[in-house]
Every structure is written in C-alpha cells, then in structure tokens.
C-alpha cells in the first residue's frame, strides 16, 4: 500500500530545485566519502 503525502509540509518547489545549478547546492555540511568507503561498497 502507498502513502500519498499531500500536506504543504512534504511538497517541494521541484521548479526552484530543477532550476538550481550543482553549484548552487551547499554541500558543506556532508562529509567527503574516502577511498576506503568506495573500496568497500
């Protein structure tokens, strides 16, 4: 069975997130993944 979520909280601006370039995307708060992390997936 699947959940639909319709409220305002679970909506997005996909037009705004579309629009937005890699660039524009702050990553700062994710940590880089390590060749021991790529070795191992």
């Keep these: 069975m699947s ?3 319709t409220s305002q909280a679970f ?3 996909w ?3 579309t629009a937005m ?3 524009d995307i702050d990553l ?3 940590p880089e993944i390590t060749h021991d ?3 191992g997936a």
Excluded: G, L, N, W
């Design 11 to 13: 909506q997005a601006d």
């Design 15 to 17: 037009q705004k997130i």
């Design 21 to 23: 370039r890699d660039r």
């Design 28 to 30: 700062s708060d994710i």
């Design 3 to 5: 959940k639909k979520y």
């Design 37 to 39: 992390q790529i070795a």
